[in-house]
Every structure is written in structure tokens, then in C-alpha cells.
């Protein structure tokens, strides 16, 4: 525990304008992110008696081993500040509100030449048209079927939609009037585009003018007694309608607006939000948060803008948001939402009427999710720490594993040898931090000697990353930076990292479900270190306990590891898949654990989830070996020129019976480049036979490369 009078900046260094302040740890990480319209009064007030601070504010400063600020022009700027280095240093400290679920929007891609209408969650993409979000997939899917006989738009996707183009044949929603089709040219792009755009107006709330037109359409067809196409218009009102009641109007004036409520108590609290558009609601959304930090219900408010508009532009955020209340610089932040959506926003509490009863409703959404939440949550978090507890007491540690990384070996029968470090902190998965590995110092199947060189390889990290910030000294630096000036002008962009160490070949992504993107890195590393800015590093933090997937050999070989770095502070334990027992180094019998104990159940998690990590990269390391060509190891070929002379010959077959002059011919390809690829057809094994399993037939290539 730090004593916050160790790195309290002197009053005369704190400047008195606005600015944004971090708070950093023993590491350099970031810890808490804060802005401030005074610094200088803000800070002061993290350096009074601990006794007279808020316990979480208490543990923030007892935690945090330094603090630095930047300085800005305006209180709009030091608001965009602080939301990007919330979104890039991601602080433990600060509210981060997390979605109850991934809410799946309705979207018309009109990036495309034929717009599609589809379900889409995660982030949104750029030229897509969003509505929403809603509150289950099948009220999009049934809202769309409604609308299709009226507006039909292609919804297949682009695998459908190219093969129904090749065989002039179109899908089912082709045959019965739900598609356009203009993959088989029914229509022509700008017809298509126009009854997306039809679609959208419609989605957006423009519906009274359109469903006036159709009935216009059908009273003028009825006159002309064209009665069929009258009944079609009839039918198309009504699927309108429909589709128009299942968002009930609750304002009348058609109004735009997103509508925010909070519960909270003294640990959590749950935001709701109502899109209304168009007087009708259109959308639902809700988050939970611990409250880590010191926070009313204005902070709350302020940070669920942020994070609601923070991505947003333009139509995204609505003319009018309604809060429970106001930030505490409300000018700023409807300035701030102004400038995201390019036009005025009015921020306010509602005070009468329609809008305020509106705002009692999402208030007792916000509180029945709380209500829910701490329901699932209470035995979540008490089940969590007993077993932390229990693991802490059955290994003789002196004090619960916050974090605990886990590694595992994959192969196949010696091929493709990897493996996977997953990071559980608190009891729960932290997919920011896994890493994956490719095993190069030996070849062949030598589970234990695997073990002994990924452990060596993390562990070598970590050392040096401890070197190059400087925590083996015995004098720290000193931690108080001078305030950065003069005042920008614009908004301040988030500092690079110029200090992580570059990417080496055999560390790959964070797993692919993880809502946090990995770490950029510095790609020279001959570059000029210099001061950390405190992003999250690949291995720059120690486990408290590492768990390995095997027995006492797998034990001994990671503790072997450990021991030859030096390294004599960090726990290591293995879990055996057979009886479920767990070993710990140099100790000749295993730890048995209840079959009840949580701790058990904490650590079988951690195991198959390593285990889950590291089958997937073998699984896709092989896949894409099996996938590999003879033009592969061709030096300077890449995958357009490959591409390209598949296209021309049509085939691997038919190329490797091509001459060098003929291989010339293909736009791209020089005579040396001809030269190396016939040289490497020529040298390629020849590919096994594929067998048909049902009736054992050798299936042979065809000249078209088709196989029959």
C-alpha cells in the first residue's frame, strides 16, 4: 500500500485551468482517469486525510504510485480527452459500464451496389444504416417479414445472393414477392437502392405519408377496377400497420429523443435508455456498473453519455436527451453532444407531461435491473472470493490469487505443436491478455519440455519489461511530471505508445470474443525508448499464481523455468484432467480438493478455457497448413498475383503443365517470377488422391480445377 504523500505534487507545480489527470501504479498502469475544470482543486482533494476520504477513493490513492496531468483549453475538450484515455487505458478505477447483452440492431447495409436488410450486433460499421436497438433478434426478423411484401429489399447474404446471379435462378423470397431479385436483374441497382431508401424513411418514421400514398394507390386502382392490384395495396397497408404497432407511440408530437434513467445503491448501479423516435419507442438498451469510483448520480449520467455517444455521428445522437440528472458541467456536455451530432442537442430533466411519465417508466425498468442483476450478482461475487479463499488456503498462499494465468499444450500427433496462456483476475476472464504460442525450440511431441519453454518465454517477458521501466532500482524515478503546455487549441489526441516492446513473430491476438482490442505496439525495435503512457503490456504484470494444464512433470518443468529466471515469488500448482487432482512443485502427492469446493471448480474453469484457447489455434494453424499451396513458397508472390494466375489457367493442375512463356502471359507475372513458379510446381509433391468415404471413389481433378 502506497502513501499518498510520497507522489503528491507540489500546489505551486498544479497548474489552475482545466485539464485531465491520470493516476498511476506501482507498474505504471493506469489506474483512474479524471478531468477537471480546476486541477489544482481537483487534485488537492486526493491528498487530504486519508480517514476523511471515501473508501474507494482511499483505495485508489493507496493503490496509484503516481500522478500526471495534461492540460487543455476547454471543459468540451478535457471531456473528449478523458473519454478517449478511458477507452484506451481502460482504468480499473473508473465507471465502465458493461451491456447486459449484446442488443442486435436492424441494419440496411447501403455500402453495398444491392443493399441488404439483416440482424447485426457488435460494433457498427461504417455506409450502415442502424435502427434500434431492440430488445430480441425475432422482433426484428418479425418486423421485416411485415415489411418485406411492401419494401422488398434482398436479405440474403452474399454467398446466396452470388450463386442465384450464376444460375439465373432466385431465392425463395424471389418467387413469392418478398425479394426484388435483383441478383437475377428483376430490377436494376438504382430501383433497388430506391426501395432501400424507401425502407429506411420508413424504419426512420416517415410512415404517415407513405401509408397515405398506398391508399391513395389502392382507391385509384379500385376506380380503374384493377381489383387485384387494389387488394395487394389493401394487404400492404395493413402488413404496414402491423408492423407499425408493434412500437407503441407514447408522444404524441413525434419526437426524437433518447430517454436515460438510473438506480443505484452504495455498490452498483443500472442505466436504462428508451430510443424514441418518431413518438414511438424504437429501441431498448441497459447497462450495469460497479461503482468503483466516488460517483452521484450526475457522474453516473455523464459517463452513460459518454459512453452511449461517444462512437456516435450524426443522426445517431438525437435532437433531444432526457436524464434523471444533469451533469455538472451540463453546457459542456450538450456542447460536446452538439459537435457529434452537427446540430444543436438539448440536455434536460423532463419537468411535466407526457415526457416525464415516459422518464417514470424507464426509471422502473432501471430499477427492476438492478433489482435483477444484484440477484444473479450476490452469490456470483460471495462465490467468487470463498473461492479464491479456498485455493489461497489448500496451496498456502499468503494471500488470495487476484490474478492467475493458466497455460496449456495442443498438438496433433506431434504437428502443429502450441500453446495458450488465458488470464482470469478476480475469479472472472480477462480475453484482453490471453496470448497464444508457437513451440520452436524443438520439433516433435515433448508435452513437459513444451511446458518448460512457453513458461521460460512469458516469464523472460516479464523481466525484461521490469527492467526497462526501471522497478529493480532501489531509488524510484521521481513520479511528478511538469504540467504540458501551452494549451491546445483543439481537442487533444491520446498519447502513442512509444515503449511497448514490438510484436514477436510467435505471440498472436487477443482472443477474437474479447469487447477490449490488443495494445498497439511499436513496430521499430530500435526505436529510442521512452517514458511508459500506461497501456496495458502483452506480459509486463506477474500472476499470483500460475496453473498449468498436467501433472507433477508439466509442475516441474514450469517451476524449473521459473527457477532459472530468478523468479521465487510467483505460486505454481498443475491440474491433472484424470482425477481432478492438483500438484504442487517438489510435494511427491497431489492436493485433493472437494468435489464441492468452488476453488476446484475455479480452477477446472481456468484449465478448459486454456485448453478451449489453445485447440483453436491448432485447429486454425492446421486448417490453413492443409490449405497451403506450392505457390506459397514462392518469394514475392502475393495472394492477388496467386489469384491471378489461378484465374488465367484455371487450375494448380493446368498451371504446372504450362510453359514458362505461357505463365508470362498473365498480366503481373515477369519472366523470373514465371521462372520461380514453375520451378516451384515442379518441385512440389504431388497431392494425394481424394477418396469419396461413401463409395470409395478416387475423386480427380477436372481441367476446369472442379472436381467430379
Known sequence: MADPSSYRPKPGQIPDSPGVYKFRDEHRRVIYVGKAKNLRQRLANYFQDLAALHPRTRTMVTTAASVEWTVVSTEVEALQLEYSWIKEFDPRFNVKYRDDKSYPYLAVTLNEEFPRVQVMRGAKKKGVRYFGPYGHAWAIRETVDLMLRVFPVRTCSAGVFKNAARTGRPCLLGYIGKCSAPCVGRVTPEEHRELAD???????????????????????????????????????????????????????????????????????????????????????????????????????????????????????????????????????????????????V???????????????????????ALGLHKT???SDLTTRSRALEEIAEALGLDTAPLRIECFDISHLQGDDVVASMVVFEDGLARKSEYRRFQIKGFEGQDDVRSMHEVIGRRFKRYLQEKERTGEWE?????????????????????????TAAPAAPDIAAPDP??????????????????????????????????????????????????????????????????????????????????RSSEGLYLLQRVRDEAHRFAITYQRAKRAKRIRSS???????????????????????????????????????????????????????????????????????????????
Not at 225 to 251: F, G, N, P, Q, T
Not at 474 to 498: F, L
Not at 552 to 577: M, S, T
Not at 674 to 681: F, Q, R
Open 198 to 344: 424507401d425502407f429506411c424513411d420508413f424504419m426512420a418514421g416517415r410512415t404517415g405519408t407513405y401509408i397515405r400514398r398506398l391508399e391513395k394507390d389502392m382507391m385509384a386502382a379500385a376506380e380503374e377496377m384493377e381489383y387485384e392490384r387494389a387488394a395487394r395495396l389493401r394487404d400492404d397497408v395493413e402488413a404496414l400497420k402491423r408492423a407499425m404497432e408493434k412500437s407503441a407511440v407514447v408522444l404524441a408530437d413525434a419526437t426524437d429523443a433518447d430517454l436515460i434513467a438510473v438506480a443505484e445503491d452504495e455498490l452498483e448501479a443500472a442505466v436504462q435508455i428508451f430510443h424514441v423516435r418518431g413518438g414511438r419507442v424504437r429501441g431498448q438498451r441497459g447497462w450495469v456498473t460497479d461503482k468503483v469510483e466516488n460517483v452521484d448520480t450526475s457522474g453516473l449520467v455523464e459517463h452513460a453519455l459518454q459512453q452511449l455517444y461517444g462512437e456516435e455521428t450524426g443522426d445517431s445522437v438525437p435532437k433531444e436527451v432526457l436524464v434523471p440528472a444533469l451533469p455538472e458541467d451540463p453546457d459542456a456536455v450538450s456542447q460536446w453532444l452538439a459537435g457529434r451530432r452537427g446540430s444543436q
Open 376 to 378: 444473479k450478482r450476490a
Open 630 to 708: 506450392p505457390l506459397d513458397t514462392v518469394a514475392g508472390l502475393g495472394e492477388t498475383r496467386k489469384q491471378a494466375l489461378i484465374k488465367h489457367f484455371g487450375s494448380v493442375k493446368k498451371l504446372k503443365q504450362a510453359t514458362i512463356d505461357e505463365i508470362c502471359e498473365v498480366p503481373g507475372i515477369g519472366r523470373r517470377t514465371a521462372e520461380s513458379v514453375a520451378v516451384a510446381l515442379a518441385s512440389a509433391a504431388p497431392a494425394a488422391p481424394a477418396v469419396n468415404t461413401a463409395t470409395g471413389e478416387i475423386i480427380e481433378e477436372d481441367d476446369g480445377g472442379s472436381t467430379t
Open 346 to 368: 438539448s440536455l434536460r430533466i423532463p419537468q411535466r407531461g407526457d415526457k416525464k411519465d415516459l422518464m417514470a417508466t424507464v426509471q422502473r425498468n432501471a430499477l427492476q
Open 474 to 498: 532501489e531509488t524510484p524515478a521521481p513520479t511528478v511530471p511538469a504540467p504540458i503546455g501551452p494549451a491546445p487549441t483543439g481537442p487533444v489526441p491520446a498519447p502513442q505508445d512509444a
Open 513 to 594: 470474443g474479447t469487447d477490449t482490442p490488443a495494445p498497439a505496439l511499436v513496430p521499430d525495435p530500435d526505436a529510442e525508448p521512452r517514458e511508459d503512457d500506461g497501456r496495458p503490456k502483452r506480459f509486463a504484470y506477474p500472476p499470483q499464481l500460475v496453473v498449468v494444464d498436467g501433472g507433477q512433470p508439466q509442475v516441474a518443468a514450469a517451476k524449473r523455468a521459473l527457477d532459472e529466471l530468478g523468479i521465487d515469488d510467483i505460486a505454481v500448482c498443475g491440474l491433472a484432467k484424470r482425477l481432478e487432482e492438483v500438484w504442487l512443485p517438489d510435494d511427491d502427492d497431489p492436493v485433493v480438493l472437494p
